[in-house]
């Protein structure tokens, strides 16, 4: 393992580390905190400017076609009128004709005046005359809400590997000490090629060896077609050592190419896996439902053949005693029939001897109809007995398979936690399991002005931040990103795209840049 960037493994990370140096922080370099507020400013300052423009005004006669659906997205290729265009990222409001519904959606590309735009419902397979409402306010307002939070919130963002990304981020050009690839410290390394291909295969190689140490990283990109190439790089990477890319990768949200370098990407997209794990869920609540409702279905009727049996073993004591009375008197009339029958044969002294004890032919007989009586009571008590025994019967039965049906299904409820928690299972909304679902992938792909503006992302946390074509993604999205990491980021791209992009500097007093 490497010891100046524990928790990485693999000879591709002690090569990208090998001559890695600790940059302190100077007293006099901004910190995080301060860019944050830099840009949480500058952010404020151009939501005002724009809000009122021309950049949030309607934009009509604009023509839509659906090019495809996942889940509960669609994806619409919007067509504007010359000379208009929308920034990726930037949300919007779609007013289709003939009074239908408007949408929300959000733009995730185009070019020139042809715009792709993810919604959340569907307008049809196409239409002309819409109109589009940009909310590039809405946005602008939503990025420096997180930024604000961020600084409002310490303890909930981190900011430690944030301040070793301040000194890239402060000026265009003061970054001569980060300028070499590979070097940096262990909390903030950097991958610089001229070549964007050597770049996308080293970033592969290094999310293989991160995933194969147990890591999370979000991994930025400055547009969704970046996002989408890099994707099919990685997963072609991963499937070559024979990682299940499927299972590990998540594009947030829809991807817009179909395959990249011979990977199907549409499927990788966060819409699509949730889909896909929707309906196993629903498919798994609908079993879990079936399970529950029989289970309840039998609760009562075993409950009352339960009530029943025991009725039954009732009756049955019952009968047995009544059995054992009737046998005993008829002993009892057999005895006083053989005693009658021999009383005038009896010795005198036998005879004198029943008589001391009032049994003589007149007393026996008394004795005989008694008995009689007696054995006619409880032959009618046994007859009611039987009567009850005959219709407890069927009633206690329990059919040969229901006892173990329902023995299994009170166990798997007993193992899921009892009825109260299947109950709260089925109630439970699929949106609630978002969060947990996207934690539970180890590479999140997706743009650093979604990871800014999206709230799902204010509550996940990743353990590498890996941001790709960096000098293109400007400083506020991705410090907005860098305070979703624990240990470590990565920064890739050609150096010398960082004073030509020029969307780092914060100590100029320029427009604020466009950071989607």
């Known amino acids: 393992m490497n010891t100046i960037c524990p928790g990485w493994t693999g000879a591709m990370a002690d090569r990208m580390m090998a001559n890695a140096k600790q940059i302190p922080l100077s007293k006099d370099r901004m910190t995080a905190r301060d860019l944050i507020e830099t840009w949480a400013l500058r952010l404020e300052a151009e939501q005002k400017r724009v809000s009122g423009t021309a950049l949030d005004q309607p934009i009509t006669q604009v023509a839509g076609r659906l090019v495809h659906t996942i889940g509960t997205l669609h994806l619409y290729e919007l067509t504007l009128p010359h000379g208009s265009s929308i920034e990726h990222d930037t949300p919007l409001s779609i007013i289709p004709p003939d009074d239908m519904e408007p949408t929300e959606g959000i733009v995730l590309g185009g070019q020139g005046n042809v715009v792709l735009v993810q919604t959340f419902d569907t307008i049809g397979q196409s239409y002309t005359n819409a109109t589009v409402v940009p909310d590039r306010t809405g946005l602008l307002a939503t990025s420096a809400k997180r930024l604000r939070d961020m600084l409002a919130q310490p303890d909930a963002y981190r900011l430690g590997p944030a301040d070793r990304l301040a000194p890239l981020l402060e000026t265009t050009t003061g970054a001569g000490e980060l300028s070499g690839t590979g070097a940096g410290s262990s909390i903030l390394m950097t991958v610089w090629s001229d070549e964007l291909s050597v770049r996308r295969q080293r970033l592969a190689v290094l999310v293989i060896e991160l995933i194969r140490a147990n890591k999370r990283i979000l991994l930025v990109c400055p547009d969704h077609q970046a996002a989408d190439a890099l ?32 990977i199907g990407i549409q499927e990788l997209g966060f819409e699509a896996q949730m889909h896909q794990f929707y309906a196993k869920s629903r498919a798994d609540k609908a079993a879990l439902r079936r399970k529950y409702e029989r289970f309840r279905e039998l609760t009562p009727i075993l409950a009352y053949k339960g009530q029943k049996q025991k009725d039954l073993d009732e009756v049955r004591l019952l009968e047995w005693r009544l059995l054992t009375q009737l046998t005993d008197l008829q002993t009892k009339i057999k005895d006083v029939n053989a005693t009658l029958a021999e009383y005038e044969n009896l010795p005198l002294f036998r005879r004198l001897s029943l008589q001391a004890v009032g049994k003589n032919v007149e007393s026996l007989h008394q004795y005989l109809e008694l ?15 039987k009567t009850r025994i005959d219709e407890l019967v069927p009633e206690a039965a329990v059919p040969k398979d229901m006892r173990p049906e329902f023995d299994e299904l009170k166990e798997d409820i007993v193992r899921l936690g009892g009825t109260k928690k299947i109950r709260e299972l089925l109630a439970a909304e699929e949106d609630t399991n978002r969060q947990a679902f996207i934690q539970n992938r180890r590479l999140v792909v997706t743009t650093a002005s979604r990871v800014l503006s999206d709230p799902l992302f204010s509550r996940v946390r990743f353990d590498v931040l890996i941001a790709d074509e960096a000098p293109w993604i400007a400083a506020a999205p991705l410090l907005g990103a860098a305070g979703l990491i624990r240990e470590r980021i990565v920064i890739s791209g050609d150096r010398r795209d960082i004073a030509s992009a020029g969307l780092w500097a914060s100590r100029k007093a320029q427009p604020c840049p466009d950071y989607s």
């Open 231 to 262: 994707v099919g790089t990685i997963a072609r990477a991963m499937k070559a050592v024979g990682l299940t890319y499927k299972t590990w990768v998540s594009r947030y949200e829809m991807a817009l190419a179909h395959q990249v370098e011979g």
């Open 371 to 385: 008995y009689e009586s007696q054995c006619a009571e409880l032959k009618g008590e046994l007859d009611v007995a």
